[in-house]
Structures are given as C-alpha cells and as structure tokens.
C-alpha cells in the first residue's frame, strides 16, 4: 500500500538498538503484560489469578502485534502507513532474514527456513509418539493427556506451519515471481509481515500445553474442546495466526500472479507450479477465514461460555464447519506437489509436458471439488441420504486428480529421464501418492469406512497423502532448486542415499498401518490392546529411521547451502524463467527486461523460451 | 519529511484494487458463516427484547460515515486535500459514534446474553463492529497520511482503498441489521 | 508401437499375479469378521481391491518400467527422439477408464450396499430385535436391556459387559451423556461405538439419539479374539484409550441364562 514513496536522500540505515527479532521477542513481552494488565483492570471479579484465560486471550493479541512490531513492523509498515518513511534498509548478510524483509526471495527463504524447523520439532513429536507407541500401555509419556497433545501439536504444527506453508509461502514466494519473470511481488509488506505470524503462530501452539493439556488433536473437535483445561485457547490462536499468515501469501502472490507476468507470460504458458499456486490461493482465501470464525465460536463457546457447540448447541455444526475447510486444507496442501511433479518432470526427462491443459484443468478441478466432500470425514455421524452426495463427490474427485498422473505418466515414456535425487523423490512421491489416493477410494465407501474411519488406516492414508506426496515433493523441490536458492550443487550420492533411506522408513512405516487399522488399532491412544504390539513395534523402528532420514536431507541441504560446489546458473538445463537469470537471482530478479515467445514446456524446440534483454 | 507521493503506474494500480478487493471478497466467508450459523440456531426469530431504534441508528451512522467519506474521495478527485481530510475525519467520528452506539447496546444489556439468540446478538454483532473498527484505524491512518504526503488526484490509491474499506464495513452492518433485526 | 506392447505384456501379467494373491488372502481382509454389516463391509473391500489392483499395478509397473528402460545412463541433458505433447488414444483410454471405474464404485459398492443398509434400519424390518440401551459417558460403555429389565450388565468383576445372541438382529440404542452429571452441559462429549470384528461404527453424539442394526452370526468371544471389543474408537479425552468393554456372542440358551444372572445380580444390588 505505501509503494508510492520515494526518498530524496540516499537510504540510511539507522541501527536498531538490538536485533530485530531480540526486539520483537522484547516488545511481545510487553505487548502481552500491557493488554493482560488491561484485561484485568476492567475484569469485574476480582480475585482472579493474574492471567486469566480471557485476558491471556487479549494479551496474546498485544503479544502478537508487539512482536510484528518489533521485527520491523514498526518501521517497514506503520511508519509507511502513516505517510513516515521507512528508515531502514535492509541489513547485509544472513541478517537480512532476521528481520521484516519486503524482497519476495529473503521472504521465500524465511518461510523455507520456519517451516524447515515446525518439521523438525513436530517431527520430533512425532517420533516420541512413535516411542509411545512401541508398548501396549504407558511407559514414555506420564498421563494420556501428554500423549494426545503431543499428537494435537504434532497435527497442528504440521498441517498449518508447515503443509500449508512451504511449497505456497516457502517455494511459492520465492519462485512464482522468478517463474513469470517479475521483479518483484504486489503487496511486498504484506508479504513481509505475512511470514512473522509463522514464527509466533509456532510458538503459540508450541507452549500452549503450559496452559494446560489439550486432547482434542488438530480437529479440535467441539464439545471435548470445551472441557479442556485452558491450553486449547492457544491452539485456536496459533491457528488463527498460522492462517492468517497463509492468507497474506495467499493474497499477494494471486495479485502478482494476475498483475506481474512479465511479457509474454500468457495464460496459456503460464507454469504449472504457477497454476497450482494460484489455485492453491483461492482455495486458501476461501477457507481459512471460514476456519478463522469457526475458531472464535469455538474461543466464545468456551470464553463467555455460550453453546454453539455442545450437548445444547450442535456438536455436528462443529464437525461441518471444520470438515468444511479440513478437507479443502489437504488440497491445499497437496495441489502445489501434484504441480511439481509435472514442473520437474519434462525438465529431468528433457522432454515435452504431456497433456499440459489436461494437467491444468486436474488442477483446477480439485480445487473446485474440493469444497463438495467435506462430509465424508463425517460418513459415522449423519443422516443416511446426506452419504449419496457425499461418496459420489469423493470418488469424482480422484477423476481429475488423476490428470496430474496421466500428464507425467505420458511425459515418462520413451523420455531419458534423469535420475538425479529431485528426478528419483518425484517417482517415488507419485508412488506414495498412488498409494494414498486408491486407498482414498476405499475410503470413499460409507460400508468401507464405517469398517476403517477413525483407525490406524485412516492414519496411513492421510500420511501417504501428505509426507508420501507433498513432503516428498517438497524435498524433491528443494534439490531441484537449491542450485537456484544458493549457486551451489548438493551431492548426488548423499542425495539419492537418503531419499531411498526416506523411501524405506515410509513405506515401511505407515503401510504395516494400514494392516493396523484393519485389525482394530484406533486413533489417539498411548495404550492399546497387546495383540497390536508386534506391529507397532516395527512401524516405530521404520519412522526412526524415517526421521533419520529427514535429519539427513536437512544436514545434507544445509552443506550444500554453506559449502557445496558452485554450479552454472542453469545446471538442468530447464525453460522455465527461473533458469533464465543468476543462481542466486540479483535482488531486481532479472537484469533487464524478460520477453517470453514460446512455451516452456516444450523440448522439441532449440530456441529458449525466452530472452532476457540486457538493460540499455 | 523528505517524501512525495509520485503517480503509480496503472498496472501495478489494478493489481493494488485486485489484490485489496480479492481480500475484502476473502473477508465476507466469515460472515457467511456467522450469519450460517444464526440461521441454523436462531432461523427468523427475533428476539422482542431487541431495541429497533438503536440498531436501526447504528446503519443510519454507518451510512453517513460512508457519505462523508465518500465525499472526501470526491473531493480529492478534484485535488481537493483538505476536503479529503476533512471528509475522512468526519466519517471517522460517525464511525465512532456507530461503535458508542453499539457499546451502549451491549452494556445495557438490552438482549439476555444467555438465550440463544443472545448468542448470535452479540457474536454477530461484535464481529461486525470489529470490522468496523479496523476499517476506521485505516481511515484515520490514511487522513494523516494524505496530509503528510500530499496526495494529489492522481495520485489518491490509498484513500480510494480507505473507501473500499468503509465500503465493506458498511456492506456488513447493513446484512447484519437485516439479519439480527429483521430477519 | 513394440515398446507399448511389452508394456502391457507385462501389466497384464502382474496385475493376474497380483489377483491371484489378492484372492488368498480375500477372506481375511478385514481380519475377522462376524456380523452382517461387516460381511457387507469386508465384500465391498474386496471389490474395490478387486478392480483397483491393475491401477496399482500399472502405475507401480510404469514407474519401474521408467527406470530400467527410460533412464538416461550418464545423466547427460539428452532429448527424446519422441516428442509428442498429446496422444489421443491414451487420453481416451485414461480419461474414460477413471470416470467408468468412478461411477462403476458409486453405483455398486456405494450405493447398492447403502440401499441395503438402510433397508436393514427400516422399522418394518426391525419387529422384535433385541433392544440394547448404550449410554456413553466418560469413560464408560453403560449397556441396558430394557426388553429384561436389566440396566447395567456386568461381569463378574463388575466391568461392563455387552453379550448378544447369536443370528438374533440387535438394535443398539446409543446416547451420550453422563448419568451422573446430567446438570453439566459440557460433561456429554462425541464417542464413537465401534466393535472391530462387528465391521461398522457410529459416532455417539450428545444431545442426539442414535440408532444401529445389525446381526451377529458367528459364535465369538474377547477371550479369544480381541476383535470382539466394543472400543470407543472418537477421541473422548485421557481415558479414550481405555474406554473399550468385553463382547461375547453366544448362544441363545446362554444369552437367557446370562440374562437370568443380570437380573438376579440387579435384584440384589445395593442389598
């Protein structure tokens, strides 16, 4: 909003009296103590403890906004928005992503850089839930409730910082404006402001149990989220920032996408990852803020109380609304992938795209489906005839989820397809996929999932989904791109090790959870019949290593960032736009001017798809 | 200050009016689901409790601060500043007094807090007089920084984006008059 | 056209493999099975897996396919001779396979077996079931016989205990709330009736009564197959895990037996 200011004196920098994020941290604090304080002052009972949970719900605001302010919001957006010019730039170095940043490519990597370690704290989770889960009763966490609000933060952490956010606000806003070959995004503050809401949305859910164990899982599902202890306020409002921070992404890169394509950039070669990020957006714009309200009813109904969503009110209003955006959220989640894989694809094989406008249409069909199935996480609570409209939506939607397999599967044959590591994760993602959607098609079966719903196949499925497509796409991505990110190359043996290291502590992982769920292993439990032992005893030893692995790619990724060969700034020789500038890109992202004439995708032309003229 | 405003180029123009509209069209979702959920537990009952002159007060002071704005923007297309000011602080005020007027509602308690329709009385309208607030904060930062940088007719995206907020703000309590009042 | 032929040589021949191994282990699916609505259940399941296996396959066999015969040795940037951007025929075939496989699953499993599970939940179907009134508190199955009388049944630990007839249709009546808090609005949480070898499930819901028919026809009990649990299978706070209770199916001279003893218990209680 503030683009039309222009500085006559040469940019200073005025130092900042301590480190952006020590300062945010420092005004969050006080943020929180002021409104807390506040609350409490106009609190008519008196005799409450010092934080209550409605004034731990209005400090919280004062925290968050303290915080915003204090990484740079203060200087890069309220200043601005007063007509007060920003007195800083941006700092040198590694610093730079310490703080508010307005350049698309620092935000990108920011992004990349919290949803990287959200994975690895929520994965850490996750492999004590595993620990957990290698005895029949309690023998790790103390009391149930430590367990399920393990696997409740694990959900969260997962689906809203990091499914969520690192191919759209990670991947997407680095690459989206380099793939249309503009210099810069619409709403850059918006942006910049955007990732912090990540950071505070993480650390949000992350202490919330210290307000109280929570039992809900990521659903929260009403009225159990009610009955509570206090900690469940503090997953509703990390929610409520994670979200809001996708809505920011979601909001700039849709303009960019609309306003900033670059000459020639037509709706016609417009990149699929292009494509999927912008129907990733509209699906996050229509969702999220429902998921928003949802989550103040869910904040009032325990608040004030009210009855929205109890015994007296509707628990099923609660389910719907949730399911309502929970389902559209995993395609959030996995369209971006499905349109990796075909942004790789050609690239690896150096062949052309096949049935590109068939895996445009999947694209945009998911997203248009995906707002129609959302009952059929609720095939064991409604009426009969509600279930007809429900499995009939749900099987259709495999239909155009499937165009993304028929355009890779047509690029593959008789192509020289590459096996470098983003070439062998992006098979292998498709297998994982494979395997998630067909078992989906189980699932689709009112008889078939009454069997399975809420067991440990359920569980399997929805990981295929998620960890077998998006983020094994994800790190696929990352290979793909860290030569653009840093200049530099990874390893090729340490590449294609670890992906098969994943390969293996997945499939062997969740695939013997399949048979769990069929032999009756229910969901959110830390005890369990014995008769399941031997089985969950070795799907823990296949997710250590699953999460070895992981560790693996990030050390691996991390070399390469820091030390890894330096490469040509094309070294896939791809068509796409990013490959057209510098590795790593100059901040105006192209030196000079782009003009696009031919199609990126196609491999049986000399000519590059575009030029790049040299500024006169 | 050291700072002018300077012409933005149409494109990028279009992208801001996209991008702002697109957001407001994002934030109409939670209403649709409040005024959702206030039909399926209230349906068309109206409580008698209610009082119609106040809420019927409550739009009329919506829609005058939209005039004023709006005269404000107005005025600034013929490069009148100080009538945009001018304009944009008075809707602030009418804006305000919508809220006083709201306040007053809630503390009088004329609607039992804890009947269903009290409910939805007070979460329906305390979301739509936190929209209302948010859109008068950008009022007010937009008067100071139109006074700050000089806007000119060309040059005014920021206080027409100001109205695209006063605009939603007003949209909201009218569907919510409707639905809490009439409806 | 040769390479296309190989291909398909090879699928098909996978895919009769991977059916023939399908139809060994058919009958144990869903593990064990002794109701009807699991029968119904177990066969849609192996339906599905009937028809999804060649898609299974194809991929599976494709993706290999790639690496051994379309990989490129030496990892030089090296076009295909073959360069085509659309194909008809595969498009067609493709295409038209996923929405007649699609509809094919709406119409049958989908939507013959829902007709006939709401045939079984007909009222006129359901003259002289036995009756079972299923309270679900935290962390509690309560199960009453109203049709005897009986309103806890338990074992001789005075666990709770559901014992059902065998090939008699039972109407399972189930409530959430707490008896013993009725005052408290928020004490009624969603739990979820789920006995595994049963094949179906059904969320509890509070302030909702819900209803679910089914017939049990293999003689089965906890003691020897931990499939026959009722589990509340939706999360219901810390005791979820062990919310669960023993079931016997036995026979009907036992089951009268078995309620003759409940009601002697129940007479004495408190005495």
């Keep these: ?164 956010v690192a191919l759209v606000g990670g991947l997407g806003n680095y690459m989206v404006p380099l793939m249309i070959g503009a210099k810069g995004t619409v709403f850059p503050r918006l942006s910049g402001i955007g990732h912090w809401l990540v950071p505070a949305g993480v650390l949000t859910v992350i202490f919330s149990p210290l307000f109280g164990y929570w039992t809900t899982g990521w659903r929260g599902y009403e009225p159990l989220a009610s009955q509570d202890p206090s900690g469940i306020i503090y997953y509703y409002l990390g929610v409520a920032a994670l979200t809001l921070s996708s809505t920011c992404v979601a909001v700039n890169l849709a303009a960019t996408i609309v306003f900033h394509r670059s000459n020639g950039v037509t709706w016609a070669r417009l990149p699929l990852f292009v494509w999927g990020i912008l129907t990733v957006s509209l699906l996050n714009l229509i969702w999220l803020p429902e998921i928003q309200m949802t989550f103040v009813l869910g904040l009032l109904d325990r608040l004030v109380p009210f009855n929205f969503f109890d015994a007296i009110g509707s628990p099923l209003n609660y389910l719907s609304l949730f399911w309502l955006f929970g389902h559209p959220e995993v395609y959030i989640v996995v369209v971006p992938a499905l349109a990796l894989w075909n942004e790789i694809i050609p690239v690896m094989a150096q062949k052309s795209l096949f049935g590109r406008s068939w895996a445009v249409i999947g694209l945009i069909f998911v997203m248009m489906l995906s707002g129609l199935v959302w009952a059929h996480h609720m095939f064991t609570n409604m009426r009969n005839s509600e279930m007809f409209p429900f499995s009939f939506f749900t099987e259709m939607i495999s239909i155009p989820t499937g165009f993304s397999f028929l355009a890779a599967i047509g690029t593959l044959w008789k192509s020289r397809y590459r096996l470098f590591t983003p070439g062998l994760l992006v098979i292998m993602s498709m297998f994982n996929f494979l395997v998630g959607g067909l078992t989906g098609v189980f699932l689709a079966d009112p008889p078939v999932n009454l069997e399975v719903h809420n067991t440990f196949f359920v569980v399997a ?90 560790i693996g790619h990030g050390i691996h990724l991390w070399w390469t960032w820091v030390k890894g060969p330096v490469t040509p700034d094309n070294p896939w020789n791809g068509r796409t736009l990013e490959w057209l500038t510098t590795s790593p890109p100059p901040p105006e992202n192209f030196n000079g001017e782009v003009l696009v004439t031919g199609s990126f995708y196609r491999y049986d032309i000399d000519k590059p798809a575009a030029v790049l003229h040299p500024p006169e | 200050m050291g700072v002018e405003a300077v012409p933005i180029n149409p494109r990028e123009l279009r992208g801001y009016r996209f991008g702002l509209v697109l957001f407001l069209f994002t934030q109409a979702v939670p209403f649709v689901v409040l005024y959702a959920v206030e039909y399926y537990f209230d349906a068309f009952y109206i409580s008698p409790a209610t009082n119609q002159w106040l809420g019927a007060v409550e739009v009329l002071l919506m829609i005058l601060a939209w005039t004023t704005g709006r005269s404000g923007l107005a005025a600034m297309r013929h490069n009148n500043l100080s009538g945009l000011i001018s304009g944009f602080r008075q809707s602030l005020v009418l804006g305000l007094a919508n809220l006083v007027v709201l306040g007053y509602q809630w503390g009088t308690r004329f609607v039992p807090p804890g009947t269903r329709y009290g409910e939805i009385f007070y979460t329906v309208s305390g979301v739509t007089g936190f929209y209302t607030l948010v859109g008068l904060f950008v009022v007010l930062a937009i008067s100071i920084r139109a006074g700050r940088l000089r806007f000119t007719s060309e040059n005014c995206w920021d206080a027409e984006a100001a109205m695209y907020f006063v605009t939603f703000s007003l949209l909201t309590n009218v569907v919510t008059y409707l639905f809490l009042y009439w409806i | 056209m040769g390479e296309v032929v190989g291909f398909v040589v090879v699928w098909i021949i996978l895919s009769l493999l991977a059916e023939w191994g399908l139809s060994a282990v058919k009958a144990h699916t869903l593990y064990d099975v002794i109701a009807s609505q699991g029968f119904l259940a177990e066969r849609a399941f192996n339906f599905l897996a009937t028809w999804l296996t060649p898609v299974f396959v194809f991929v599976v066999v494709y993706l290999i396919y790639v690496l051994i015969r379309f990989h490129a040795p030496n990892g030089k940037p090296e076009r295909s001779r073959s360069q085509f ?187």
């Design chain 1, 1 to 164: 909003m503030a683009q039309n200011i222009v500085t006559e004196a040469t940019p200073y920098r005025t130092r900042p009296t301590m480190p952006p994020v020590l300062r945010g941290f420092l005004w969050a604090a006080i943020g929180f103590l002021v409104l807390n304080m506040a609350t409490i002052a106009v609190d008519p009972f008196r005799g409450h403890p010092f934080i209550t949970e409605i004034s731990a719900v209005i400090g919280w605001v004062g925290g968050v906004i303290g915080w915003l302010l204090g990484v740079g919001g203060w200087e890069g957006v309220v200043l601005p928005l007063f007509g007060v010019p920003n007195p800083w730039v941006a700092a040198p170095g590694w610093r730079k992503y310490l703080e508010l940043s307005t350049e698309h490519k620092v935000i990108g990597i920011q992004y990349l850089i919290s949803s990287t370690g959200t994975f690895g704290i929520a994965g850490l989770l996750a492999m004590g839930i595993r620990y957990e889960l290698m005895q029949p009763s309690l023998h790790f966490f103390t009391y149930p409730d430590q367990y399920l609000t393990a696997v409740g933060v694990h959900g969260t952490l997962m689906m809203f910082a990091v499914g969520t």
């Design chain 1, 461 to 550: 499925h929805f990981h295929y989904t998620i960890i077998g497509g998006m983020v094994f796409t994800w790190v696929a991505a990352m290979y793909y791109w860290i030569p653009k990110l840093s200049g530099r190359m990874y390893n090729e043996f340490w590449g294609k090790l670890l992906a098969i290291v994943i390969f293996i502590g997945f499939n062997g992982a969740f695939s013997q959870m399949f048979l769990l769920g069929l032999h009756g292993m229910n969901r959110w439990v830390p005890a369990y019949p014995p008769y399941l032992k031997p089985m969950n005893y070795e799907v823990s030893l296949f997710a250590f290593l699953l999460g070895a692995g992981f």
């Design chain 3, 85 to 271: 951007i659309r194909n008809k025929g595969f498009v067609a075939f493709w295409v038209g396979f996923s929405f007649f496989v699609n509809i094919l699953f709406w119409l049958h499993p989908t939507s013959a077996d829902l007709e006939q599970m709401f045939a079984s939940d007909m009222p006129s179907r359901n003259h002289g079931d036995l009756i079972v009134d299923v309270t679900a508190r935290q962390w509690e199955w309560i199960f009453s016989y109203p049709q005897y009388k009986v309103t806890q049944a338990v074992n001789h630990l005075g666990e709770d205990e559901l014992e059902l007839p065998v090939g008699r249709k039972v109407e399972f009546v189930m409530r959430s709330y707490d008896p013993f808090h009725t005052y408290d609005v928020y004490a009624g949480v969603i739990h979820d009736f789920w006995i595994p070898a049963f094949g179906t499930k059904e969320d509890v819901i509070p302030g909702i009564t819900r209803y679910e028919y089914i017939r049990p026809t293999v003689l089965a009990s906890y003691k020897t197959n931990p499939m026959v649990r009722v589990q509340c299978a939706e999360v219901c706070g810390p005791g979820h895990p062990w919310m669960e209770a023993p079931v016997s199916i036995v026979t009907p001279s036992h089951f009268s037996k078995w309620i003759k003893h409940q009601q002697t218990l129940e007479a004495h209680a408190g005495g």
